[in-house]
Antibody, heavy 122, light 107 residues
């Protein structure tokens, strides 16, 4: 079964840091393009960024609100995706989902994790 | 950035109704348009990809159409389990962007 399981969320003060993890199983993680998507309480979906597979150069792209503060990385030996979040702001409070972009489905977000809540508050 | 605008933001409908949700892109995105369904407290679920391709396991009452800038999600006969929020999303380029969502409520 294809599965994504996020962890690492919690309460952090403004200016603090947090690292989220996403454990993948049931598919060839090393070939996958992965993204993070977030959803603030009661709001819509916001793409955070993505990382390509290493065979497709492994580069990252970020949304403007997080560029320079957030870093996406992957450890293909552990089938795990990461989101390092630094200089956190109250507006970063959201549920964070990791997603698999399906190559055979026009890179649509085919599989989603259950999400992990990040609360930035003093 | 490509802006995605959905309409309406919410609608009330009855079981058995035909429901149509539209999504407009601020520039042409060819057919790089996807639709998701989200229920409260749950992760979004892919319904339609590439504008009109039905995701495996999704009931055939869901359909998508359009290309360029204007797209439509249609539910041919609304069922109780379809009451949810629906989002469109473009993957023509980065940053990927979503519509603001359409909440489908029980009339």
């Amino acid at each position: 079964e294809v599965q994504l399981v996020e962890s690492g969320g919690g309460l952090v003060k403004p200016g603090g840091s947090l690292r989220l993890s996403c454990a993948a199983s049931g598919f060839t993680f090393s070939n996958a393009w992965m993204s993070w998507v977030r959803q603030a309480p009661g709001k819509g979906l916001e793409w955070v960024g993505r990382i390509k597979s290493k065979t497709d150069d492994g580069t990252t792209d970020y949304a403007a609100p997080v560029k320079g503060r957030f870093t996406i990385s992957r450890d293909d030996s552990k089938n795990t995706l990461y989101l390092q979040m630094n200089s956190l702001k109250t507006e970063d409070t959201a549920v964070y989902y990791c997603t698999l972009a399906a190559a055979g489905k026009s890179l649509a977000f085919d599989i989603w994790g259950q999400g992990t809540m990040v609360t930035v508050s003093s | 950035d490509i802006q995605m605008t959905q309409s309406p933001s919410s609608l009330s409908a009855s079981v058995g109704d035909r429901v149509t949700i539209t999504c407009r892109a601020s520039q042409s995105i060819s057919s790089y348009l996807n639709w998701y369904q989200q229920k409260p407290g749950k992760a979004p679920k892919l319904l339609i990809y590439a504008a009109s391709s039905l995701q495996s396991g999704v009931p055939s009452r869901f359909s998508g159409s359009g290309s360029g800038t204007d797209f439509t999600l249609t539910i041919s006969s609304l069922q109780p389990e379809d009451f949810a929020t629906y989002f469109c999303q473009q993957n023509y380029n980065t940053p990927r962007t979503f519509g603001q969502g359409t909440k489908v409520e029980i009339k």
